[in-house]
């Protein structure tokens, strides 16, 4: 499978409609691999960023769904998109904490939307304890996009939190990041959003989606599969 070059795509669903439609990706990925049959209470870590406000559309998906989930949302977005999503949080009753390792303790799944596509270190506090917390519990962690403090291209730090950092599972939006050929865990490939002269420009090997689904798991060799 070719791997997307390292262009930021978001302008092809612009605006609050982006948000929507890569955190409905997020979910439905929740959902197929933690169902809530394995446990409700979900963290949602999220940074300043894009990233953050995919994980905190996703947070209101899952409150939607019957999942519990808690918002950990340390250096907070300031534009008005994220001002409403949290205000639709509030309204919905998700908590927000401050308490990271506290929270963890009583997860059933973490989700990663720490940061993603754009990052670049180094990690400013608290992140690089959060990391390192990541990195070290037996709670399921799914990261979106990019295993947070991982490079897009050249995958997790050589030292410091993160560098032993492997998520059990990576969704990656519209198309495979270099980073991936470090990554052992499940992978799927989520959103039907790129542009036939985009695939065509950059040489992209997308993986058929069936029939209406919007995520596809995909193999070690690139290929897809349900």
Request: aromatic share 12%; glycine share 10%.
């Amino acid at each position: 499978m070719a791997l997307c070059p390292t262009e930021n795509f978001s302008y092809l669903c612009p605006g609050s409609g982006s948000e929507w439609l890569t955190s409905y990706v997020y979910w439905t990925e929740v959902y197929r691999v933690h169902p809530p049959s394995k446990g409700r209470n979900v963290l949602v870590a999220c940074g300043p960023g894009n990233n953050g406000g995919d994980g905190l559309v996703a947070a209101r998906h899952l409150a939607h769904y019957g999942y519990k989930p808690t918002v950990y949302y340390p250096k907070q977005g300031k534009n008005e998109l994220y001002e409403r999503l949290k205000t639709q949080l509030h309204n919905l009753s998700v908590p927000f904490t401050s308490d990271f390792p506290g929270s963890l303790q009583t997860s059933d799944l973490v989700i990663d939307a720490i940061f993603g596509f754009s990052f670049s270190g180094p990690l400013r506090d608290p992140f690089p304890k959060v990391i390192s917390l990541m990195e070290e519990t037996q709670v399921p962690v799914l990261s979106v996009d990019a295993p947070s403090s991982w490079d897009i291209e050249a995958g997790p730090p050589k030292e410091g939190p993160g560098a032993k950092f492997m998520p059990q599972t990576l969704i990656s939006l519209t198309a495979a990041k270099p980073l991936v050929k470090w990554f052992k865990g499940r992978h799927f490939l989520g959103g039907r959003f790129l542009t036939k002269g985009v695939v065509e420009r950059y040489g992209l090997d997308i993986p058929e989606y069936p029939g209406v689904e919007q995520i596809v798991e995909v193999d070690v060799n690139g290929e897809g599969k349900l």
